[in-house]
């Protein structure tokens, strides 16, 4: 069975694959969303992360848009699966985002690594995030992180990342 697939139908649009990269961190019982948009006007709630760029591996590219996006550096734990949403963004362009979603430990704050002005780190609970997360997707992997729970730190049944992102 493959990732699954959410968002825009498929019918009349042009959807170029847009590899990405998501996480979930977790602090105190919630895990950081990111609060994204003007807040005098639209703004929606995502999982922190992003476009995968050439060159970058997922693991790297996820510890990179943490950073960007919440100032929190992390290490990914554990990848919890993918799944695909066609969506298209702010400046009109159409993707079909195939993105990989992982459990991360928070290393450290890094505010002087935040480059993205629109995107504020916000604190959730996982009930609250599943309600209010923006993509179907996010929200599916929300569940899907959940549903694998087995201890109090948040890592998952799956195992956990060892050297070259292979799972122990």
């Keep these: ?4 697939q959410f968002g825009l139908p498929e019918e009349g649009g042009n959807w170029p694959d847009r590899p990405s990269v998501f996480g979930i961190a977790r602090r105190g ?6 609060e994204i948009g003007d807040p005098s006007s639209r703004v929606w709630l995502a999982l922190p992360g992003g476009g995968i760029e050439p060159g970058e591996d997922p693991e790297t590219a996820l510890v990179r848009e943490f950073e960007e996006e919440t ?6 734990v554990v990848e919890l699966g993918g799944s695909s949403d066609r969506v298209v963004i702010n400046d009109g362009r159409a993707f079909n985002v195939r993105g990989r979603y992982f459990v991360v430990d928070i290393l450290a704050e890094a505010p ?5 002005p629109d995107h504020r ?6 009930m609250e995030a599943i309600r209010n997360l923006h993509r179907e997707s996010h929200a599916w992997a929300v569940v899907q992180w959940l549903r ?8 998952s049944r799956r195992g956990r ?5 292979k799972h122990e």
């Design 1 to 4: 069975m493959g990732d699954p």
């Design 29 to 34: 019982g919630r895990i950081a969303l990111v």
């Design 71 to 76: 100032g929190l550096r992390v290490a990914p």
């Design 112 to 116: 002087e690594r935040l480059t993205e």
């Design 121 to 126: 780190l916000v604190w959730r609970t996982p």
């Design 148 to 155: 694998g729970l087995r201890d109090p730190s948040g890592h």
């Design 161 to 165: 990342l060892g050297a070259g992102g």
